[in-house]
């Protein structure tokens, strides 16, 4: 029921887009992305609720198509700041519990 | 608005131990969620409360895991007969409402020796 995150680890230089995928085997109700930086909780970013709708935050954007279980979450221009580990939560097959992936780490060098 | 707040930030403890933590959520939120953390993982999904109910309860969790949320108001989590495999970041977070944001606590980080 965890969702898979891919890929497990980015490196980018500053400037550079980075996406990041979250799949489901189960239908999803929607789909939360948070960010959590070393020693710190993670921080809300978006939700996308069923319905393939897309969001956006800034430079950060998320796409969720519920017919493939997935969603991406799109990081453009990326500067140092979004360094941290991503995770998706998901919420579906008959649980209205948050499960989450095993992370996406993202590190932005200068 | 506090934000979520756990108590303590820390707790060394040895293995046979009962241990309790306790989260107090934002004041408006009706809905309390406990995650455990380890190094390198996301956060494992424990228990949530809607008001003082319990309303999912994750099936890894063994019976000395139990959690209480008396009035709706703050939750306490309680492991009993602490074992080494418990050691790990508690994380307590809360919502508004169903599909609304979670604001997570800064975790308590347990020590079991």
């Known amino acids: 029921q965890q969702p898979v995150q891919s890929p497990q680890a980015v490196i980018l230089r500053e400037g550079e887009d980075a996406v990041i995928n979250c799949s489901s085997s189960k239908a999803l109700y929607s789909v939360h992305w948070y960010r959590q930086k070393h020693g710190e909780a993670p921080v809300f970013l978006m939700i996308?609720?069923?319905?393939?709708e897309q969001k956006g935050h800034d430079k950060i954007s998320a796409s969720f198509n519920e017919k493939k279980q997935q969603s991406s979450l799109y990081l453009t221009a990326s500067q140092l700041s979004y360094s941290g580990t991503y995770f998706c939560g998901t919420e579906g097959g008959g649980s209205e519990k948050l499960v989450f992936g095993k992370g996406t780490k993202l590190t932005v060098n200068p | 608005d506090t934000g979520v707040s756990q108590d303590p930030r820390h707790k060394i403890t040895k293995r046979g131990q009962n241990v309790t933590f306790r989260c107090d959520p934002i004041s408006e939120h009706n809905r309390l969620y406990w995650y455990r953390q380890t190094l390198g993982q996301g956060p494992e999904f424990l228990t949530y409360?809607?008001?003082?109910?319990?309303?999912?309860k994750s099936r890894l969790l063994s019976d000395r895991f139990s959690a209480e949320r008396p009035k709706g108001s703050f939750s306490t989590l309680e492991i009993q007969r602490t074992e080494q495999g418990d050691s790990a970041m508690y994380l307590c977070?809360?919502?508004?409402?169903?599909?609304?944001?979670?604001?997570f606590g800064n975790g308590t980080r347990l020590t079991v020796t």
């Open positions: 409360f809607q008001n003082e109910a319990q309303l999912e």
């Open positions: 996308l609720l069923k319905g393939g």
């Open positions: 977070a809360s919502s508004l409402i169903y599909n609304s944001p979670l604001h």
